[in-house]
């Protein structure tokens, strides 16, 4: 049972692999000019599932891995909007929903930046939002860690029910 609070925050991260050949989709975005994409049992959108975690987070739900196991065969290939909503319908459940969003890429190459409004506009769409009340950054490993994306993502749930 979630406490009555008016807000609470919820927290979220994910990496994958890269491997060239492979698809990279951020945010429900398809990167284009990626030499590199996920590996991933879905379709490795690391913005996604790291949004999804931090939903889930925020009301002490648990992670995606419980509710979508990447051992399970039905979830192969599996568009990450799915994984996001069916964390947003457990959010509403409760009484709750997102506020605003702020999420951080760390991402070698291709740059990012020309991507920004169009990641956060996929997001906020995917929530339900204004594309105003989602931030996003973009950083590099500064050749640390290649072929590497990691994602972490900070939401803030308020009370709908009073
Ligand atoms: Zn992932």
Redesign the pocket.
């Known amino acids: 049972m979630s406490s009555a609070v008016p807000y609470r925050v919820g927290f979220g991260e994910?990496a994958?692999r890269l491997e060239a050949g492979l698809p990279l989709v951020l945010g429900g975005v398809p990167v284009p000019g990626a030499e590199l994409g996920a590996v991933?049992h879905?379709d490795?959108?690391?913005v996604l599932?790291a949004v999804a975690d931090a939903l889930l987070s925020g009301l002490a739900l648990g992670d995606i891995g419980q509710y979508f196991p990447d051992t399970a065969a039905e979830w192969k290939g599996l568009d990450s909007r799915l994984i996001v909503q069916r964390a947003l319908e457990l959010v509403r459940g409760r009484g709750y929903a997102p506020v605003n969003v702020a999420l951080v890429v760390t991402l070698d190459r291709p740059k990012l930046g020309p991507l920004r409004a169009e990641i956060a506009a996929s997001v906020a769409q995917l929530l339900d939002l204004p594309g105003s009340e989602v931030g996003v950054s973009f950083k590099t490993s500064e050749g640390l860690a290649p072929a590497h994306v990691q994602t972490r993502v900070t939401v803030l749930l308020g009370r709908t029910e009073k």
């Open positions: 994910d994958h991933a879905s490795g959108d690391a599932h």
